[in-house]
């Protein structure tokens, strides 16, 4: 019985290929903070693997710009990112894209990778309202440009 | 922002005891012809700007215009026929896979509405005519049972097609739909080449027999021949009408073209003999011809187009030429601005900017190239053998070379340019220091060297390895002391260079990544430059020392500027089809690049 009981709480909590991360509250309230209220230009998360959760790392100002976007980001580690994308079409309406960045740099290790490309599905699931997302193993494929094709 | 401002194009592939086929548009006075996958437009007064097609999967072997100059089909090796727009950016009508084998020859109908291709194939598919749109066959073809080389077209009523081949027989189809009529046996060796006169009265074969016979275009009745006197003494290739159907042009081995005069019983007789070759050595073989307008147009074996004047048939052709086979190294000379550039077959051209074309260096000891640096004095180069050659340049001569043997094959070569005697030669086990063509020493460093650099002033060297790392070494005399090493690339080094002002180089990898490093600190100076997405090939430094290029088996160049951000970069897509191999600046906004298409560009970079 015991035994069952262990198989139907593993089942149960690692449904998929998932390795069991939380996401914890702030980290959800930042980014519906994010979309709703646009306080922010962009949030950074990262994965505490001994509080088995997910949380924010950084966030930025609305006035801050990509690239200082980009260089808050480790060249050598993995992190989930949230970023608010402002355009205009080519009809001239400013729009408005949030992308969701899987930021998974071929030097860091291993193990980080493993990490977060397994948890990623669950931090999706719980940021609702993301329009497109990008997985980006080296800084060029995430540059403006990718974000700039993908929203047009 | 980059823009094309020249080409120098590629020559056409030749093959030796074949003929090749060149086609033209009367009406836009261009010629068509191929290399490799490419089909080249060339227009014969705007010989700087050539456009290429390069959508074809394998070699391409004939290129022909349709009668009202709208369409183009090119066949290539495996039996597949493209049918594309001469304008509107080659927009692809239709494509058939015609034959099994490869095509050899494509003639369109005079109305356009059918192509007759031939070529190898088994059995019944050595020769299919079919509708241009729609591909559906129209005639049977039996009769030939080795390869048809070429085939024919009647231009007026009754229609007619005549192929002939491999098996010495000319065979004549009457239709539409196309039967068998009859076959003529009258050559003795391969016929090459068949084709009607534009009146449609006669048609001429020629043969490795070294005859050509003329025959009555509606019957097939034997008319007559070349006269033997002052005939050709070697195979002849190709045979091109002249529009007035009174002359035809032909080509052949004995490296003379023939322009013969056919009378009205169907005889020829020589009126000139033009011949285009200066050495008497077998790459000036003539193997393709085309009449077109005013212009005799002659392809000799190694590439080199002649342009003949009908109305002076004595005076000397212009001539132009290009490379023939993947343009590994490029350099340019500063003092008299020309560039240098050469092909793994040993090859070296010249080419003036806003020119073209300015002649072959050509050096009997040098079979393959794999290496060359170039100073204003002389060339330094180095093949597939344990042999590095200096050559002595003078005003475009070749002087005397001497070689140094370095024990295996070079790797890489460098040059100190501010002493030019000095060279630094990589190996698969080390560096060899030449001073000359003397060794001034054989250093073993370990580990498999792939490139390397050696400092202007011949004090330092930096020398890259398989395994990505970066060796900082102070030469001293005959031995290098290691300095530094360090660490960034993940994969193997293909090019190291030093910046113009020697206060910064420039590495490049395997792995799609270049960093550009500070000299003195050793510190990355440039980051992030990962916007290739295969290895790179090679790396130049603008003369002002702000602008760095890199090329690559992507076929893309992209140039980085010392001092913004990797991510605002110049990319030039598509430079080559099958890679960019050389790249060099010319001046601060000029960049030549050359590839795999056997071509040279030259891009204008322009400020946003």
Known sequence: ?????????????????????????????????????????????????????????????????????????????????????????????????????????????????????????????????IHYEVQATDPTEMDLEVLRDRAN | MAQLSETYACAPS??????????????????????????????????????????????VTVARYSPNGEWIASADVSGTVRIWGTHNEFVLKKDFKVLSGRIDDLQWSADGMRIVACGDGKGKSLVRTFMWDSGSTVGDFDGHSRRVLSCDFKPTRPFRIVTCGEDFLVNLYEGPPFKFKLSIRDHSNFV???????????????????????YDAKTGDKMGEFSSEDGHTGSIYAVSWNPDSKQVLTVSADKSAKVWE???????????????????????MLVGCLWQNDHLITVSLGGII???????????????????????????????????????DGIIIR??????????????????????????????????????WRIPLSDGECGDAEYVDVGSQPMDVSLAISSP?????????????????????????????????????????????????????????????????????????????????????????????????????????LNNMLFHTARLNCLAWSPNSTLVATGSLDTCVVIYEIGKPASSRITIKHAHLGGVYGLAFIDDLNVVSSGEDASVRVWRLTQE
């Open chain 1, 1 to 129: 019985m015991q035994l069952c009981k262990f198989k139907w709480d593993i089942m149960n909590f690692q449904p998929n290929a998932t390795s069991g991360m939380g996401v914890d509250d702030n980290s959800k309230n930042t980014f519906l903070e994010l979309k709703r209220k646009k306080i922010h230009r962009y949030v950074i998360f990262k994965i505490e693997e001994k509080k088995k959760e997910v949380v924010v790392e950084k966030t930025g100002g609305p006035a801050e710009s990509y690239d200082d976007f980009t260089a808050s980001l480790p060249d050598n580690d993995c992190r989930y990112a949230v970023y608010d994308y402002d355009f205009v079409t080519s009809d001239n309406c400013q729009k408005s894209k949030i992308f969701f960045i899987a930021w998974s740099p071929s030097t860091s290790r291993i193990r980080s990778k493993m990490l977060y490309a397994t948890s990623k599905d669950r931090i999706r699931r719980d940021l609702d309202g």
């Open chain 2, 14 to 59: 030749t093959e030796r005891g074949r003929g090749i086929l060149i086609s033209g548009d009367p009406k836009s006075n261009s010629i068509l012809y191929c290399n490799g996958r490419s089909v080249l437009i060339r227009y014969l007064d705007r010989p700087l700007h050539v456009h290429v097609y390069g959508e074809h999967g394998y070699p």
């Open chain 2, 192 to 214: 090459n080449c068949v084709r009607f006169s534009p009146d449609g009265n006669k048609f001429i074969t020629v043969s490795s027999d070294k005859k050509g016979l003329i």
């Open chain 2, 262 to 284: 056919i009378s009205e019983d169907g005889n020829g007789k020589v009126v000139k003999t033009l011949v285009c070759s200066e050495t008497g050595a077998v790459e000036d």
């Open chain 2, 306 to 344: 002649n342009i003949f004047s009908t109305s002076d048939l004595d005076q000397a052709p212009s001539s132009f030429s290009g490379h023939m086979k993947n343009v590994t190294t490029l350099t340019v000379l500063k003092n008299n601005q020309k560039m240098l550039s050469s092909s793994y």
């Open chain 2, 351 to 388: 080419w003036i900017q806003g020119v073209g074309y300015s002649g072959k260096i050509i050096h009997k000891d040098i079979p393959q190239i794999k290496c060359l640096v170039a100073v204003e004095e002389e060339i330094v180069t180095s093949g597939f053998d344990n042999k590095v």
């Open chain 2, 421 to 525: 005697r000095l060279a630094l030669v990589s190996t698969d086990s080390g560096v060899v220091l030449l001073n000359g063509a003397k060794v001034v020493s054989n250093i073993k460093l370990g580990f498999p060297v792939t490139a390397c650099a050696i400092a202007p002033d011949g004090s330092e060297a930096i020398v890259g390895g398989r395994d990505g790392k970066l060796h900082i070494y102070s030469v001293s005399g005959d031995t290098l002391k290691e300095e530094a090493v360090l660490e960034k690339h993940r994969g193997a080094i293909t090019v190291i260079e030093y910046s113009p002002d020697v206060s910064m180089f420039a590495s490049a990898d395997g792995f799609h990544e270049s960093v550009v490093w500070d000299r003195a600190s050793k510190e990355v100076k």
